[in-house]
């Protein structure tokens, strides 16, 4: 265990929990700002930095020792806010790029990739951020860290890390001018919700992605 991990698991749970609040809060408004769409030319990168940094607050949820709720039964925080209109916007703002390809659990064998979007990835992490920030503004400290570690590694840290490997990609395929390859052997009839996903056959340039997304190259 390193010395930073040491720390938070011996620091006052006070400090560690307005830390780590702090860190969720910080994502929520940026990401909300993103989806405004008032600066589509910095939408990938900021993403990709906001992502990394609340990965940050991941991990070190991850590293933590279980985090026990206060009460047996979860207490009610009324309806999640909803994502739908910031889904939309971030996934017009990323169109060209919106759709990627994952494999969900990289230890299990012969599991083949499946078509996933960044927006939905985005907004699925942002309702689970505010469903334990609810818990943390009324108080239910304890909680709250308990939502977050355990939504961590059931849902959240999953999804964000695909997201953050995506984000970088767009940035590795622009900034090194490498074409996007046809997902050959991706079964872009896979639906996601009441979606059908699909690919653009070919090979998609550079240049292609870098204009819509306002991206500059070094």
Do not use: C
């Not at 560690?16 to 769409?37: C, M, N, P, W, Y």
């Not at 990965?55 to 026990?68: C, F, N, P, Q, S």
């Not at 355990?150 to 997201?163: I, L, P, V």
């Amino acid at each position: 265990m390193s010395d930073a991990t040491l720390h938070d698991a011996t620091q006052d749970p006070d400090d560690f929990a307005v830390q780590i609040a702090d860190q969720i809060e910080s994502f929520l408004v940026a990401v909300t700002e993103v989806a405004k769409g008032d600066e589509p030319g910095s939408a990938v990168p900021f993403l990709l930095l906001e992502v990394s940094q609340l990965l940050l607050a991941g991990g070190r949820l991850g590293a933590h020792e279980d985090i026990v709720p206060d009460e047996r039964y979860e207490p009610d925080t009324g309806p999640d806010a909803d994502v739908d209109e910031l889904r939309e916007n971030l996934a017009r703002l990323l169109d060209p790029v919106d759709v990627y390809s994952e494999v969900f659990d990289p230890y299990e064998p012969r599991k083949a990739p499946v078509p996933a979007r960044l927006s939905d990835d985005i907004a699925d992490v942002i309702t689970d951020l505010r469903h334990g920030m609810a818990h943390y503004r009324a108080g239910r400290v304890t909680e709250a860290l308990w939502w977050w570690q355990f939504s961590y590694f059931s849902n959240w840290g999953s999804t964000a890390s695909a997201a953050l490997r995506a984000l970088q990609s767009v940035l590795i395929h622009v900034r090194l001018n490498q074409p996007l390859e046809e997902l050959d052997g991706l079964d872009t009839d896979q639906s996601m919700g009441d979606e059908t996903l699909e690919f653009e056959a070919g090979k998609v340039m550079a240049e292609e992605i870098a204009g819509p997304l306002g991206i500059r190259r070094g």
